[in-house]
């Protein structure tokens, strides 16, 4: 086990082009997170599945931004028609629901950072 | 909604120094509270995980202690070294909500 991995480490990319952002979580984890960072903030919350199914969506997700986990294993993040304000560390993590909604420990990975100029 | 709040921003201290960072969440019905480290330009690494029926977490050199009644966790780090340079960030997971919610993290530096 190599814990959560996410590709690409950095991309730069130019305003108006669209992203996508892959996340493969430890493997029997059936949540996995999406989180956004900017400088100097904790992370913020952007989306939520458990299994494949998608069950919670920040109101901070424009349209522009979609997420898929299909089969239940890795996921990916796109970004459609990137803007400067896209900018910013995202950070995927996963964890294990067990037992009358008991989490175990959240782990993240190393995140992509998103240069949009 | 939780609201999770890191005192302080930012922390200097000479090596060798005990550290005491805290935490506190405006909502007490939590399933857990885990502390993170962060390098700079780096993901997270998780230190501690409490579950809401405990009262205390130990690894090594750190201590975590949970007031859920009281709303507070403090992250006591002893005999501190360079290496703990970092910034700190806790996080908890609401009973009614799926995700973590994130303090904005303290920032340490341990002077040698």
């Known amino acids: 086990d190599t814990g959560v991995s996410q590709d690409p480490r950095h991309k730069i990319t130019k305003r108006g082009q669209n992203v996508t952002f892959r996340c493969d979580p430890i493997?029997?984890?059936?949540?996995l997170y999406w989180y956004r960072q900017t400088l100097g903030q904790g992370p913020e919350f952007l989306t939520y599945f458990q299994n494949e199914a998608q069950l919670e969506k920040s109101r901070l997700l424009s349209d522009r931004f979609s997420a898929e986990r299909p089969k239940g294993s890795f996921s990916t993040l796109e970004i459609q028609r990137t803007e400067q304000g896209d900018s910013a560390m995202y950070l995927c993590?996963?964890?294990?629901?067990?037992?009358?909604?008991?989490?175990?420990?959240?782990?993240f990975g190393q995140g992509t950072r998103l240069t949009v100029v | 909604k939780q609201e999770v709040t890191q005192i302080p921003a930012a922390l200097s201290v000479p090596e060798g120094e005990n550290l005491v960072l805290n935490c506190s969440f405006t909502d007490s019905a939590i399933y857990n509270l885990q502390w993170f480290r962060q390098d700079p330009g780096k993901g997270l690494t998780s230190l501690l995980l409490?579950?809401?029926?405990?009262r205390e977490q130990t690894s090594g050199r750190l201590n975590a202690s949970l007031d859920k009644s009281s709303g507070r966790s403090t992250l006591y780090i002893a005999a501190s070294q360079p290496g703990d340079s970092a910034t700190y960030l806790c996080a908890v997971h609401r009973r009614t909500d799926y995700k973590l919610s994130f303090g904005a993290g303290t920032t340490v530096t341990v002077r040698a």
């Open positions: 409490i579950q809401s029926s405990q």
């Open positions: 993590a996963s964890s294990l629901k067990i037992l009358f909604g008991v989490n175990t420990e959240a782990f």
């Open positions: 493997s029997e984890h059936n949540r």
